[in-house]
Every structure is written in C-alpha cells, then in structure tokens.
C-alpha cells in the first residue's frame, strides 16, 4: 500500500548539480520524517538528509552540509533534494525513506526507517 518513487538521478560533471524527487502515496505523509540516503557499491547505506516534522527543517550530514538542500510539499506529498557542487564521491544509488515521526530527535540510522523507495542512480565525474 505504501510506495515512494524517487526520480531525477542521472550523470552529471563534477561541480554540477540535480534535484531529486521522492513521490510519496498510501500513508499519512504530513506525520513522517522522510529521509534520504545513499549507498555506493561495497559501501554500507549511508544517511544523506532528513526532513523532521517537529521542526519542519532538513537536517544534514556533515559530508553534504552547504551543498545540498532539502524541501518539502505536503500537499503534493513529495520531497526534494537538491544537490549542488556535486563530487566524484557523491556517486552513488540515492534512497528515500520514511520514518513515523515519534521520537524525540531525527534517525540517521536506515534500519530505523520503515518504508523505502527503489533507488535512483546518481553518477558524477570528472
């Protein structure tokens, strides 16, 4: 019942940028945190950025802070993250996840989010 679509990957050069999408359908989304992550080939998921209701702000990991921005459209049930100065090291198959915003502080943990999208591959070079 419960789907997230991401979209807008793809290639770009290093020093570019892209927007990613993540469509959310059959859950209650103004009541998750949605998260985004990443995973590189042999790497474990690493946490990307999360949009937490309490506050309403996306909150980043320290690798992407100044870089890339996080929004979010309740009505339209979607997130957003845009990713400028992109690197090399960026390269990877990005994620969303939703998480039942009820706990006193946002995860950055990808085992603690219940539902997640099937991935979008973003590649840059140099």
């Known amino acids: 019942q419960v789907q ?3 979209s807008g990957g793809g290639w770009v050069q290093a020093g570019g940028s892209l927007r990613l999408s993540c469509a959310a ?3 209650a989304f103004s009541l998750y945190d949605m998260g985004w992550f990443r995973q590189a080939p042999g790497k474990e998921r690493e946490f990307v950025a999360v949009h937490w209701r309490p506050t309403g702000m996306t909150y980043f990991a ?5 870089r890339f921005i996080g929004s979010r459209d309740n009505a ?3 997130v957003y993250l845009q990713m400028n100065g992109l690197k090399p090291e960026d390269t990877a198959v990005y994620y ?5 915003s009820s706990s006193a502080f946002y995860s950055a ?10 991935g979008t591959q973003v590649t840059v070079s140099l």
């Open 4 to 6: 997230l679509v991401e």
């Open 25 to 27: 359908s059959g859950l």
């Open 62 to 66: 320290d690798s992407v802070k100044g």
């Open 76 to 78: 339209k049930k979607t």
């Open 96 to 100: 969303c996840a939703a998480r039942y």
């Open 109 to 118: 943990k990808a085992d603690e989010y219940e539902f997640w999208g099937q």
